[in-house]
Nanobody
Framework: VQLVESGGGLVQPGGSLRLSCAASGFSFSSYRMRWYRQAPGKERELVADISITGGSTNYADSVKGRFTISRDNAKNTLYLHMNSLKPEDTALYYC?????WGQGTQVTVSS
């Protein structure tokens, strides 16, 4: 089983990024999927989750209206579109499906 995140990087405040999470080795389309993040010195935080079909999503209050979670079950890929990024969004972002976790991709928001 592999979950591989990509798309992180350094972006200025107000900028945008799209994270991807490519899944292999498990039945991606059978799992509710989630994005988490962890900033230095802070606990891991649930950012967003999406139902199996993509028809239902939930967001942390801190990202509501700025981030959008989506999935493509045909491509076994999860996405996180992040707009209006703030310095406080700086963190290591992880995807999760069931008991499976990716290794994370770093997002740094700084001028």
């Amino acid at each position: 089983v592999q979950l591989v995140e990509s798309g992180g990087g350094l972006v200025q405040p107000g900028g945008s990024l799209r994270l991807s999470c490519a899944a292999s080795g498990f039945s991606f389309s059978s799992y509710r999927m989630r994005w988490y993040r962890q900033a230095p010195g802070k606990e891991r935080e649930l950012v967003a989750d999406i139902s199996i079909t993509g028809g239902s999503t939930n967001y942390a209050d801190s990202v509501k209206g700025r981030f959008t979670i989506s999935r493509d079950n045909a491509k076994n890929t999860l996405y996180l579109h992040m707009n209006s990024l703030k310095p406080e969004d700086t963190a290591l972002y992880y995807c999760r499906g069931g008991d499976y976790w990716g290794q994370g991709t770093q997002v740094t928001v700084s001028s």
